[in-house]
């Protein structure tokens, strides 16, 4: 599971390479927030990303998922 350098969080982070377009969701960092369990990906938080790349990101989470969802830091480790 990926893990936050500066905060240590290990279960929720956004992927800063899917910006968050949606003007009305306030703050928050990506349309992509995935919540993780362990080494799985257990639920993604999409705001308006396509089911295409949604797949994608189930298939290949690491490469999405840069930013912690908490502090805003990208100093996030995979193992
Ligand atoms: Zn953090």
Redesign the pocket.
């Known amino acids: 599971m990926p893990k936050?350098?500066?905060?240590?969080?290990e279960i929720s982070f956004a992927s800063s390479r899917v910006p968050n377009i949606t003007p009305w969701a306030n703050g928050v960092l990506s349309a992509l927030t995935g919540q993780f369990e362990g080494e799985e990906l257990s639920y993604l938080e999409n705001l308006g990303v396509h089911n295409q790349l949604s797949q994608r990101v189930f298939e290949n989470p690491r490469q999405y998922f840069d930013t912690?969802?908490?502090?805003?830091?990208t100093?996030?480790i995979w193992p």
């Open positions: 936050c350098q500066r905060c240590g969080n912690c969802a908490i502090c805003g830091s100093k996030v």
